[in-house]
């Protein structure tokens, strides 16, 4: 008997570090920071508020902007990527390629560097000054220099560029996991019923590459959503907050302003519309089975 | 006809070399752009030739850099705490794996839906708690105060137990007939068989880690204690002088040691992303 209640707690033994941490830097302040998201903090209380914060957020023009902000960002760069990803990924997957390990190595090389440095590189690669490199480049086609980060449009694209150049290769890889997954049986199946490469392309690949493209959009989406360092760095959230992101607002509020609960509140709708996101992409992938 | 299927066959693999040869040189050229310019000037790195060729400024941004923040200790505290974390996320996440992989015991599939669930909630959730959190236990402005929070690494845990759902129970069984306890068990038999994924975790956690910006901004605020990137971050901050040849120096020494790692590493790696995608 003493020895069966001592093997019911091995499981534990094992579990315990990381319960202890999970429950200490995980569940209470997930917890806590419902709390705190209904007080406001003055003079080292808190006092509860209600739904102040919430009711301040949802009326604040700069929370919606940022919001407005990271779903544009979010609706450009995300299926621009994965469009290229699952093109990258088919040629990487080509059988007869030469260097394939190579090709594979270098293609996701850009998340080795770390996102600050990768973020000063591209506003020095994108700059206002008409010799920086995307304005020279530019200027090979006759474009006029631009103003990028002075610029709304241009401070978006810029930052769908940077995000894109940083992350592409990455998920090529995941979706290369999802093709090297199908059966080579499917293709010579289809050959014999004398489908195309492209007939087989969209009859075998895309099927069965769904549930890997969905973990890269769905990667992608909260990614994206939860965008801080290259609009820190790279736009500063300019001009005039047009690229100011929804993780950038939580944090000045936070940790300029020190509004903790309205960054606590702020922090919870975000982490609600990721959740309402993700749960629509993943029934939007299953309805179609 | 076969020879003529050839080079059509010949024709269409152009397309895929000349994209994926773009692709290497759009994905490599900023990482080498970044050493190439920690020997050019300020001026010189707004001057879009010098990509191509060494200048002999590097002495000069050594000095500058130097004279802002005590680059060497920023990289130590980096190594510090990059490598602490990888270590421990092994450790942890791999024990944690274990029993979910290998024991039925009550409250685990609950366990496992609640760490599952809790995958979702993003981190920014707990910035506000944490950063109050940590200061009343004295840590803010300290290296542990950004290694702790992370350490809760679900991902990881994840990862284990998949990895480790494979071990066969029945050598578990013989090792415990020959009385040896279950925490030997783990670590003498059990986890040196799973080094592969234990290194596509730890490769994983390492590059995470290295360059973490949002937490470590807000958790330590002391120059002394700053990590390479947040000291690279303020060097740009407005009201300095910035000097982007000093600021590209600080970036390759973060650059290199990372480089080397995956160059030695690079299978492991690209393993952990393919586990992380097909089984997670």
Not at chain 2, 241 to 253: F, K, Q, R, T
């Amino acid at each position: 008997m003493k020895d069966k209640t001592k093997r019911k707690l091995v499981p534990w033994l094992f579990l315990t570090p990381f319960l202890v941490l999970f429950i200490i830097f995980m569940a209470y302040p997930t917890i806590y920071s419902i709390v705190i998201s209904f007080t406001n903090f003055r003079a080292g209380k808190f006092n509860f508020v209600g739904w102040a914060n919430f009711k301040f957020v949802f009326n604040d023009a700069t929370f919606l902007k940022a919001v407005g902000n990271t779903f544009i960002l979010m609706l450009i760069q995300v299926p621009i990527q994965t469009f290229l990803c699952v093109v990258l990924a088919n040629f990487l997957n080509i059988a007869r390629l030469k260097l394939k390990g190579m090709f594979r190595m270098l293609s996701f090389t850009p998340v080795l560097i770390d996102a600050v440095s990768y973020s000063i590189v591209f506003s020095l690669f994108f700059s206002n000054d008409p010799a920086s490199l995307a304005n020279t480049a530019l200027g090979l086609f006759g474009v006029q220099p631009v103003e990028w980060v002075n610029m709304v449009w241009p401070a978006r694209i810029l930052l769908v560029i940077a995000v894109t150049w940083r992350w592409t290769g990455y998920n090529s890889i995941i979706i290369l996991g999802g093709l090297q997954n199908i059966s080579h049986d499917l293709y010579e199946a289809a050959e014999l019923d004398g489908a195309g490469p492209v007939k087989q392309f969209f009859a075998i690949t895309i099927p069965s590459i769904k549930p890997v493209i969905l973990f890269s959009v769905v990667l992608s989406v909260t990614g994206t959503l939860q965008l801080f360092t290259e609009p820190n760095l790279i736009t500063s959230g300019g001009p005039v907050n047009s690229t100011l992101t929804i993780v950038q607002y939580l944090y000045n509020t936070g940790f300029k302003a020190f509004s903790y609960g309205v960054a606590s509140a702020g922090a919870y709708v975000l982490a609600i519309m990721i959740a309402i996101l993700t749960f629509i992409q993943m029934r939007v992938t299953k309805e179609k089975d | 006809m076969n020879k003529s299927k050839k080079t059509a066959a010949g024709v269409y693999m152009v397309i895929p070399y000349i994209l994926l040869v773009i692709v290497a040189i759009v994905s490599v050229f900023p990482l080498l752009w970044v050493f190439f310019a920690a020997t050019h000037t300020n001026t010189q790195i707004y001057q879009t030739g010098m990509a191509f060729a060494l200048g002999g400024n590097i002495v000069e941004n050594y000095k500058n850099l130097m004279e802002f923040s005590n680059i060497w200790r920023n990289l130590a505290n980096s190594i510090f705490i990059a490598v602490v974390y990888t270590v421990l996320v092994c450790l942890i996440d791999s024990m944690a794996g274990f029993a979910f992989a290998k024991f039925t015991f009550k409250g685990r599939d609950t366990l496992f839906f609640v760490l599952t669930c809790s995958m979702f909630i993003p981190q920014q959730v707990t910035l506000v708690p944490l950063f109050i959190q940590l200061s009343g236990m004295g840590l803010i402005n300290t290296l542990p105060a950004v290694i702790l929070p992370s350490l809760t690494n679900i991902f990881g845990v994840f990862l284990m137990r998949q990895n480790l759902m494979a071990y066969p129970s029945d050598l578990l069984e013989s090792a415990r007939i020959d009385g040896a306890g279950d925490l030997r068990v783990f670590f003498t038999i059990v986890l040196p068989t799973m080094k592969p994924v234990l290194a596509s975790l730890a490769i994983l956690s390492f590059v995470q880690m290295w360059g973490n910006y949002l937490w470590p901004l807000i958790a330590l605020n002391d120059r002394d204690n700053f990590t390479v990137p947040l000291v690279l971050a303020l060097m740009r901050a407005p009201g300095q002088v910035v000097d982007n040849g000093a600021i590209m120096l600080g970036a390759s020494m973060a650059l290199l040691p990372v480089v080397v790692f995956f160059l030695f590493f690079q299978k492991n790696f690209i393993q952990g992303i393919l586990s992380g995608a097909v089984k997670g």
